[in-house]
């Protein structure tokens, strides 16, 4: 079974910077794509940024130059930097695996709270 385990949210000032760090374990982690994701109350669950097996990113027009996603395949985690944060970015975090065939299954972890507050 994949299990993908968020981490780093938290409270951070308009302006400042947070690391999101996702542990994924049950499958062989370099095979998928990974996502970010994130959810505001009443709003619809949107995509932030993926990476694919080979590191190529996509974003979100809201947070590029922004946040940064990556992996570290060695230990089976995905981050996502987020610098320069706006009250906007306000939201639950969550971490999703991709799969490789489209009638597979989607995992998603259990999500992370970031607040932009001042």
């Known amino acids: 079974q994949v299990q993908l385990v968020e981490s780093g949210g938290g409270l951070v000032q308009p302006g400042g910077s947070l690391r999101l760090s996702c542990a994924a374990s049950?499958?062989?982690?370099?095979?998928?794509?990974m996502g970010w994701y994130r959810q505001s109350p009443g709003k619809q669950r949107d995509l932030v940024a993926s990476?694919?097996?080979?590191?190529?990113?996509n974003y979100a027009d809201s947070v590029k130059g922004r946040f940064t996603i990556s992996r570290d395949n060695a230990k089976n985690t995905v981050y996502l930097q987020m610098n320069s944060l706006k009250f906007e970015d306000t939201a639950v975090y969550y971490c999703?695996?991709?799969?490789?065939?489209?009638?597979?299954?989607?995992?998603w972890g259990q999500g992370t709270q970031v607040t932009v507050s001042s």
């Open positions: 049950g499958s062989i982690f370099r095979l998928y794509t």
């Open positions: 990476i694919s097996k080979d590191g190529s990113t």
């Open positions: 999703k695996q991709f799969p490789i065939l489209i009638s597979g299954n989607a995992y």
